[in-house]
Nanobody, 124 residues
Framework: QVRLVESGGGLVQAGGSLRLSCAAS????????MGWFRQAPGKEREFVAA????????YYADSVKGRFTISRDNAKNTVYLQMNSLKPEDTAVYYC?????????????????WGQGTQVTVSS
């Protein structure tokens, strides 16, 4: 069992920045990768970014490439999502997820554990 707790969401103006954190506890030694997903009202949950827990390999959705950066601190069992140049279309609930598999995935169904989500609202 892996427990994930997100923090750092809030309200920001377009062009601003936020940093999300996801603290993991429990069987973190079995986690292969961590991902961030988001879900806007009336839309499906979509992939944002993922990082390989041990090697630091990263992958991003095209919509956030160059603006968002995912990173991890293994000593703190924490994953971060630095979001810069935010746009109103980035408004969503952001979820952290843990993947216990062996491949870096971008689909939500491949992730085994999920946090409760944190709201990010970008005003124009």
């Amino acid at each position: 069992q892996v427990r994930l707790v997100e923090s750092g969401g809030g309200l920001v103006q377009a062009g601003g920045s936020l940093r999300l954190s996801c603290a993991a506890s429990g069987r973190t030694s079995s986690v292969y990768a961590m991902g961030w997903f988001r879900q806007a009202p009336g839309k499906e949950r979509e992939f944002v970014a993922a990082v390989n827990w041990s090697g630091g390999r990263t992958y991003y959705a095209d919509s956030v490439k160059g603006r968002f950066t995912i990173s991890r601190d293994n000593a703190k069992n924490t994953v971060y999502l630095q979001m810069n140049s935010l746009k109103p279309e980035d408004t969503a609930v952001y979820y952290c997820a843990a993947d216990m598999g062996m491949v870096l995935h971008t689909t939500s169904r491949s992730y085994d554990y999920w946090g409760q989500g944190t709201q990010v609202t970008v005003s124009s």
